[in-house]
């Protein structure tokens, strides 16, 4: 097994096939929007496409390590193809690809996932759980915006600088939210749930130029097992601006929003560690749903 830095079409057409089937099979994606979006763009993520028997049957992303964040991979295998080893043979290519550290995404944490983790004797160093909350009930708190501060949303290209300064600036510890870039902020531009009424951006009145915070808000369609979902995307908050309250606001200003347009529950990701964000989130109606474990080697 060996990866690539840009797979052929060929193979990207099979992977996304194989990431419908084993969504639709789980009940959950095997791998991030980050990672499938890399198969077509280069985001310095590394590619492995495993075939058996001539037929692709699994594929793992591996994004290398960045400073002081190490490798992070993504499996997945084909559903038909699952019970013959392959995604531990995948998962310990990956990690040995990655180098000292790298770990790899379990999302879900499935029994499957589980019992490779023992196989392979690895441990979970990382949980991202995912929080959801439904929008009729409790009642939302209203959204009070302070005299200093001015809220709008997405004007265009014009508000990229400054989102993607704030958003290094509140994520520099984070592996992957960390690492967008202008033409992050471009690319999801283009993608069909993109709203600029859901992108709320939190500026200071006395400059207006300065951007605070922001939520950004995504819209799920529906599925055969759920009806469309909100998400509370990202919310970024600059460092030089925390304990304003501005998390509060802005995840209020995006939760109205997905309820007014009618949407039934949100649900939204974060670190198992960030005892901060959780208890906010906790304070506004949230329950925990399902997680994901990032694996690494003892």
Do not use: C
Request: hydrophobic fraction near 40%.
């Amino acid at each position: 097994m060996e990866f690539v830095d840009r797979p052929t079409g060929d193979h990207v057409a099979a992977v996304r096939d194989i990431l419908a089937r084993a969504t639709a099979e789980d009940g959950t994606a095997p791998v991030s929007e980050q990672a499938a979006g890399s198969l077509t763009r280069d985001t310095g993520a590394r590619h492995l496409v495993a075939a058996v028997d001539g037929v692709v049957a699994g594929y793992a992303n591996l994004m290398p390590a960045h400073g002081e964040h190490p490798a992070m991979a993504e499996v997945v295998v084909d559903p038909p193809a699952r019970g013959r080893g392959l995604g531990g043979q995948l998962v310990d290519a990956a990690l040995t690809a990655g180098g000292a550290g790298a770990r790899v995404w379990a999302h879900g944490n499935l029994p499957a996932a589980r019992a490779v983790a023992r196989r392979l004797d690895l441990t979970g160093v990382r949980e991202l759980l995912q929080l959801r909350r439904p929008l009729d009930r409790p009642e939302l708190p209203e959204t009070a915006v302070p005299e200093s501060v001015v809220l709008r949303t997405y004007r265009g290209p014009a508000d990229d600088a400054e989102l993607v300064r704030v958003n290094a600036a509140a994520f520099e510890w984070h592996p992957e939210q960390g690492r967008m870039t202008a033409r992050d902020v471009a690319e999801r531009r283009a993608e069909p749930w993109f709203d600029p009424s859901g992108l709320f951006l939190a500026f200071d009145e006395t400059d207006p130029g300065r951007l605070l915070g922001f939520h950004w808000t995504k819209v799920h369609p529906p599925s055969d097992s759920e009806p469309a979902l909100g998400e509370v995307y990202v919310v970024g908050i600059d460092p030089a601006a925390q304990g304003r309250g501005l998390g509060r606001l802005l995840t209020l200003a995006g939760l109205h929003y997905l309820r007014d347009r009618g949407l039934e529950t949100v649900l939204l990701y974060v670190e198992g560690d960030n005892t901060a964000a959780l208890n906010t989130y906790g304070k506004l109606g949230f329950d925990r749903f399902h997680v994901d474990v990032a694996y690494a080697r003892k």
